[in-house]
């Protein structure tokens, strides 16, 4: 059996028109919903065997606050260039690269292919929000037999839930 959860990077900054879209950092409402989500998450004790992220700024460093609150070595994320600005079969065949030695994977990226996966995977039409994340239970033994309509979305949270309109 795995389990994928998919992160959206938290909110970024356009305050600098020189910065590429790769390289917009994350803003003030990003910089408190990725540690805050982060240590949601942390405190419901789900294990994480890997951790995959764009390498996008505003993706990386959203990470960077998971691995930190689940006591996981930043050197121990895998950055994959193949998840920025992913379709849903890029996203795919990430997923279905994955070795099968880990069955909890956490991947951080990008709308609109997060969301598009999600509905692909699971059937369920979702609009993912920044900092959101995903659960996606499937009974697969092996990420390569992951495809459509295979997983089942198991939870869905994002900060509004938690925090409102901050």
């Known amino acids: 059996m795995k389990t994928l959860y998919l992160v959206r990077h938290a909110k970024s900054s356009w305050d600098n028109p020189r910065w590429t879209d790769f390289e917009r950092p994350l803003n003030r409402r990003g910089e408190h919903n990725a540690p805050f989500m ?27 606050y998971f691995a930190k609150s689940l006591d996981i070595p930043i050197q121990n994320i895998v950055s994959d260039a193949g ?28 709308n609109p292919g997060f969301s598009q996966l999600v509905h692909y995977l ?26 459509g309509n295979c997983g089942v979305l198991e939870d869905f949270d994002f900060p509004k839930k938690h925090l409102g309109d901050l």
């Open 83 to 110: 998840i920025y600005d992913a379709t849903v079969n890029d996203l795919l065949r990430i997923v279905n690269s994955i070795s099968d030695q880990y069955a909890h994977v956490m991947m951080f990226g990008h």
């Open 38 to 64: 982060a240590e949601m998450f942390a405190a419901r004790k789900k294990p994480i065997d890997l951790i995959i992220s764009s390498p996008a700024m505003r993706a990386i460093s959203t990470a960077h």
């Open 122 to 147: 699971t059937g369920k039409p979702i609009d993912m929000p920044t900092c959101a994340i995903v659960r996606i239970g499937t009974i697969q033994e092996s990420w390569a037999h992951v495809s």
